[in-house]
C-alpha cells in the first residue's frame, strides 16, 4: 500500500510538469500529425497527393509550308495546356529557350520543354529525327518524372506512326504513299485502342498492389500506423527512462535519504519508484494508441494482441528505463544520456525509419539487436493483423528482456543505496 | 572588449562540457550519415534507372524478349528477369522496394496479341510510392510501344495480305514476328525522343543527387537549432544562479551583456556548421565547396538565425527543462516543415505552401542550390536574406523579452 502510495505521489508530481506532459503526449502526437500533413492521404494508405508542376514551354516548332497546316509542335503544346491535365501542370509559354532555361534556374518553374524547330518536319517526313529536350530542376524527382512521363507518351504517337510506315516500307519495299497510309493507320488504330496519350491508362496493363499493401491501408494500417508506433515506443523508452531519473533527483534533493529513515523499508520505497515507471507507461501508451486512433483513424489489430504487445512495450520500456539510470551518476547526467542512448537505440530499432521503403533487408535482423526493434515488430505483426500466435515472439522476447534489464537495473540500485 | 570576454566565458563554458560535443558534433554527423543511406535513391551503382522484375509465363512466345528490349531501351525502368522459383518473393520485394515493380507476362500472351486479341500483362507495383509510380508510368510507355510493334505488324501483314497474301498461316505468323522485330529494334532509338537534362550548370543527366544531398543539409539545419540547447541553457542557468544579476552591478552595459551571449551562440553554431561542411564535403562528397562564398554566406546567416533564437529561447525559458521543451519543439517544427527531413515536393500542396514560410525552407532552398543545382553566390541572396530578417525578428523579441533575474 505504501508503495502505491509512493507511486501515486511521483504520478501527480509528474504529471503537473509541462515538460513531463509534452514529452509524454505532446510530442509524439505532434511529430506524427506533422507527417500525417505532410503526406495525407499517401500516410494513410491512399494515393499520392501530388503538387502541381510549373511548367514552361519554349515552341521552337516552325513548320514548313509543305505541312500543309499540320504544326506537331502547337498540337504538344495544347496536349499539356488541356483542361484533364489542369489540375496537374501550370503551363506558362515561354519568349525562347533561353528564358525557358533561365526561369528553371530560378525557380520559377520546375521544368522546361524545349520543343525543337524541326518538329513537325521530322513528324512528316521519313528519315528525320527531333528530339524534345525538358530541362529539369535537379532538387525534384515527382513533377519531372510527370512531365516527361506525358511528353513522351505523346510523341510516341508520332514516333510509333514514323516506326509503322519504316517496318511496311521495309517489309514490302512500298513507296512513300504506302507508308503514309501505314502511318495513318496507326493513328487510327492509337485512337480507338486506348493506347495514346489522352488515355489515362493503358489498357495492355492489369496493375495491382503488392500484397500486404492494399489489405494494410483498407485495415487503416497504412504508413501513418508505423509512424505513429515508432514514436509511441520512442517516447514510451523516453519516459521509462525520465520516470527512473526521479530516484536520483530524490536521492540529490535529499528528501530519498530522509524517506529512508521512516518505518517503511527502502524495498518497499524503491518499489514504489519502480511502480511509478510502470504506472506512467501505463497511462502515456493507452492515452496514445487511443488518441492516435481517434485522431489519425488507426486500427491496431486485434484487441488481445494488442494488449499483448503493449504489455511486451510497458514491460521492456521500464525495464530499459530503469537500468539506464542505473548507471546515471546525477541529473546532470541524465539529459544527455537519455538523449544520446535513446535515440541511438531508436534509430538502430528502426525507429526513425518506419514507413520507408528500400531498407535494407539486413536491417531487418540488426534492428533486433534492440529491444526497440523488438517492440517494433512486435506491433508491426499487430498493425497487419495478426493473431496472439503471431506476436508470441516478439512479446515472450520483451517481457524476457524487459524483466532481465528491470532486475538488473534494481540490483544496482539497491546496491547504490545499501 | 568586454563583449568578447563574456563571448569567451560561455564558449569555454560550452566546450568543457562534454554533452556539447555529442549534441553539436556526433549526432547530426550520425544523423547524416543514418539518413543519407535510408534515403539514397533505388539504383545500381551503374545503373541509375528503377529495377523492374520480369516474370516469363509464355516462354514458348516471341513478346516478353521484345518487352525486355523495349523496357531496356527505357530511361526510367532496367528489366530484371526472374525465375519463376523467385515468383513467391515478388510481392515481398516490391513491397520492400527492392524492386520497383514486376511485369508478368502471362501465358500465352504472345500468341493472343499476334492472333489481334487484347490479353494483359500484370504489373505489381505499390503506386502510393514515388519509384512505384514513376515505374508504373515507364512500364505502361513500353507496354504501348510492344502492342504498337504488333500493331505495325498487323498494319504490315494486312498491306501483305492485300497485295500477294500468305503461302500459309506459319509464313504469316513468321512474317508478323519479323515484323514486330523491326519495330521493336526501330523503338531502341525513336526517331522523335524526349530527353531530361538537369539545370545543374555541368551536364550530369544521369547521375541523381545522393541522399547526402538532401540528408546533409538536412541535419546541419536540424542540429544548428537542437544544439541550443546547450547555449540558451548557458544563459537559464545564469540567471538562476544570479550571476546575470550580479553582472549588471558592474559597469557592464546591458548591450555588452546580450550581445556577449548572441556572439558565443553564434560562434558555436557557425563552427558546428562549419565542421559538419567538412564532414559532409570529405566523408559524403556534398560539394560546399564548389561555391564557397556561397557557402560562407548561408552559414554565417543560418548561424545568425539560429543565435537569435537560442537567445529567445534562453530569455524566455526559466528553467533548464524549458531549454530542452522549447529547443525541441523548435526541431521539430521548423525541421520537418522546412523540409529537412525529407523534400517539401514530395509532401501535400498545403504542407509545402506552409513549409515555405519557414526559415529553415528557405536555409534548405539556399545550402541545395549549392551543392545540387550547383549555383553561386547570386543564388543564395534571397535564402540568406529572408534568414537575416528572421534572425533580426528574433532578436528583437529577444531583447524586449529579457529577463535578468
Same mark, same amino acid.
Given at each position: ?19 513531463v506532459l509534452?514529452?509524454?503526449?505532446g ?24 503538387q502541381?508542376?510549373?511548367v ?29 491535365l489542369?489540375?496537374?501542370l ?13 526561369a528553371v ?7 522546361a ?13 521519313s ?13 525534384l524527382t ?30 514490302l519495299?512500298?513507296?512513300?504513299t504506302?507508308a ?99 504506472l ?18 488507426i ?19 521500464a ?23 535513446l ?27 534492440m ?7 512486435g ?8 493473431g496472439?500466435?503471431?506476436v ?7 517481457l ?19 | 572588449?568586454?563583449i ?35 534515403f ?16 516469363n ?7 516478353a524478349a ?10 526510367v ?26 511485369i ?9 496479341? @499476334? #492472333?489481334?486479341? &487484347?490479353p *494483359?500483362l500484370?504489373? +505489381?507495383?505499390?503506386r $502510393?510510392?514515388? !519509384?512505384g509510380?514513376? %515505374?508504373?508510368s ?11 510493334a ?12 492485300a ?18 522485330? @523491326? #519495330?521493336?529494334? &526501330?523503338w *531502341?532509338?525513336?526517331? +522523335?525522343?524526349?530527353? $531530361?537534362?538537369? !539545370?545543374?550548370?555541368? %551536364? ?13 543539409p ?36 546591458r ?8 556572439? $558565443? ?31 560562407l ?53 498545403t504542407f ?27 543564388s ?19 531583447v ?6
Amino acid at each position: 500500500m505504501k508503495a502505491l502510495d509512493i507511486a501515486f505521489k511521483d504520478l501527480l508530481r509528474a504529471f503537473k510538469t509541462p515538460f513531463v506532459l509534452i514529452m509524454m503526449f505532446g510530442a509524439p502526437l505532434l511529430i506524427t500529425g506533422l507527417l500525417y500533413l505532410a503526406f495525407g492521404s499517401l500516410a494513410g494508405g491512399g494515393d499520392l497527393d501530388l503538387q502541381t508542376v510549373r511548367v514552361q514551354v519554349a515552341n521552337l516548332d516552325r513548320p514548313g509550308a509543305q505541312s500543309g497546316g499540320f504544326a506537331a509542335g502547337e498540337m504538344l503544346v495544347e496536349f499539356l495546356q488541356s483542361e484533364d491535365l489542369g489540375d496537374m501542370l501550370e503551363v506558362t509559354l515561354a519568349d525562347g529557350e533561353g528564358a525557358a532555361r533561365k526561369a528553371v534556374e530560378e525557380q520559377q518553374a520546375d521544368v522546361a520543354v524545349i520543343i525543337p524547330h524541326d518538329f513537325t518536319a521530322a513528324a512528316l517526313a521519313s528519315g528525320r529525327e527531333a528530339t524534345v529536350v525538358q530541362y529539369e530542376d535537379p532538387t525534384l524527382t515527382i513533377g519531372p518524372g510527370i512531365v516527361e512521363d506525358l511528353v513522351s507518351q505523346f510523341i510516341d504517337g508520332f514516333a510509333g506512326a514514323k516506326i509503322a510506315a519504316g517496318v511496311v516500307t521495309q517489309q514490302l519495299a512500298a513507296d512513300e504513299t504506302v507508308a503514309q497510309e501505314a502511318a495513318l493507320a496507326y493513328a487510327a488504330w492509337l485512337e480507338s485502342s486506348g493506347h495514346g496519350h489522352g488515355d489515362e491508362t493503358t489498357p495492355s496493363v492489369d496493375s495491382r498492389p503488392p500484397a500486404g499493401v492494399g489489405e494494410s491501408a483498407s485495415e487503416g494500417t497504412g504508413t501513418i500506423g508505423a509512424i505513429m508506433i515508432a514514436m509511441t515506443i520512442f517516447f514510451a523508452f523516453f519516459m521509462g527512462a525520465n520516470s527512473a531519473e526521479s530516484i536520483i533527483r530524490e536521492d540529490e534533493e535529499g528528501t530519498l535519504e530522509r524517506l529512508f529513515t521512516t518505518p517503511t523499508s527502502q524495498a518497499i520505497i524503491l518499489g514504489g519508484k519502480f511502480l511509478t515507471v510502470v504506472l506512467t507507461l501505463i497511462v502515456q501508451v493507452v492515452v496514445l494508441l487511443l488518441a492516435s486512433g481517434l485522431i489519425f483513424g488507426i486500427k491496431w489489430g486485434q484487441p488481445l494482441t494488442v494488449f499483448l504487445v503493449t504489455l511486451g512495450l510497458i514491460v521492456v520500456a521500464a525495464g530499459f528505463g530503469v537500468l539506464l539510470m542505473s548507471f546515471v551518476k546525477n541529473t546532470r547526467q541524465t539529459g544527455p544520456v537519455m538523449g544520446g542512448v535513446l535515440t541511438l537505440t531508436g534509430m538502430l530499432g528502426g525507429l526513425f525509419t518506419s514507413g520507408v521503403p528500400n531498407i535494407p533487408e539486413a536491417f531487418d535482423t540488426v534492428r533486433l539487436v534492440m529491444p526497440q526493434g523488438w517492440a517494433m515488430y512486435g506491433w508491426e505483426l499487430a498493425l497487419q493483423g495478426s493473431g496472439v500466435g503471431g506476436v508470441l515472439l516478439p512479446v515472450g522476447v520483451m517481457l524476457g528482456l524487459g524483466a532481465l534489464l528491470f532486475a538488473v537495473g534494481v540490483i544496482l540500485f539497491r546496491k547504490r543505496f545499501a | 572588449m568586454r563583449i568578447l570576454n563574456l563571448a569567451g566565458k560561455d564558449l569555454l563554458q560550452i566546450v568543457r562540457d562534454w554533452k556539447s560535443a555529442l549534441f553539436l558534433v556526433v549526432m547530426p554527423i550520425l544523423f547524416t550519415l543514418f539518413f543519407g543511406f535510408v534515403f539514397a535513391p533505388v539504383q545500381a551503382e551503374d545503373d541509375p534507372r528503377l529495377p523492374v522484375g520480369l516474370v516469363n509465363q509464355d516462354p514458348a512466345g516471341s513478346l516478353a524478349a521484345g518487352l525486355k528490349d523495349v523496357l531496356a531501351a527505357s530511361d526510367v525502368v532496367r528489366p530484371v528477369t526472374l525465375d519463376e522459383t523467385e515468383k513467391d518473393q515478388i510481392d515481398k520485394q516490391v513491397r520492400r522496394g527492392d524492386l520497383a515493380a514486376v511485369i508478368i507476362v502471362p501465358q500465352d500472351f504472345s500468341r493472343q496479341a @499476334l #492472333a489481334g486479341e &487484347s490479353p *494483359q500483362l500484370t504489373v +505489381i507495383a505499390d503506386r $502510393a510510392t514515388t !519509384a512505384g509510380q514513376t %515505374a508504373h508510368s515507364g512500364i505502361e510507355t513500353a507496354a504501348s510501344r510492344l502492342m504498337g510493334a504488333v500493331e505495325t505488324a498487323h498494319i504490315s501483314a494486312t498491306e501483305r495480305d492485300a497485295r500477294e497474301g500468305f503461302s500459309s498461316q506459319i509464313a504469316r505468323q513468321a512474317y508478323l514476328e519479323e515484323a514486330v522485330d @523491326l #519495330a521493336i529494334a &526501330s523503338w *531502341q532509338t525513336p526517331p +522523335i525522343r524526349v530527353t $531530361a537534362e538537369q !539545370a545543374t550548370g555541368a %551536364a550530369t543527366e544521369e547521375e541523381a543527387p545522393s541522399g547526402f544531398a538532401q540528408s546533409s543539409p538536412g541535419m546541419m539545419i536540424q542540429f544548428a537549432i537542437f544544439g541550443l540547447i546547450t547555449s540558451a541553457m548557458v544563459l537559464v542557468l545564469e540567471r538562476k544562479t544570479g550571476a546575470l544579476r550580479r553582472l549588471m552591478t558592474t559597469p557592464t552595459h546591458r548591450a555588452t551583456i546580450i550581445g556577449g551571449h548572441v556572439l $558565443a551562440m553564434f560562434l558555436v553554431v557557425f563552427f558546428q556548421q562549419a565542421l559538419l561542411v567538412a564532414v559532409g564535403q570529405l566523408l559524403f562528397d556534398v560539394d560546399y565547396l564548389q561555391a564557397p562564398l556561397a557557402t560562407l554566406a548561408m552559414m554565417v546567416t543560418l548561424s545568425m538565425f539560429a543565435a537569435s533564437l537560442g537567445l529567445l529561447i534562453g530569455a524566455l525559458a526559466t528553467k533548464e527543462e524549458q531549454v530542452i521543451t522549447w529547443s525541441l519543439i523548435a526541431m521539430f517544427l521548423f525541421a520537418a516543415l522546412g523540409g529537412a527531413w525529407f523534400p517539401l515536393e514530395v509532401a501535400g500542396e498545403t504542407f509545402a505552401v506552409i513549409g515555405h514560410v519557414t526559415p529553415t525552407a528557405w536555409a534548405m532552398d539556399g545550402l541545395q542550390n549549392i551543392v545540387v543545382r550547383s549555383q553561386g553566390l547570386g543564388s543564395v541572396l534571397l535564402p540568406a536574406g529572408i534568414l537575416l530578417a528572421y534572425a533580426a525578428m528574433f532578436l528583437g523579441i529577444a531583447v524586449w523579452q529579457f529577463r535578468y533575474e
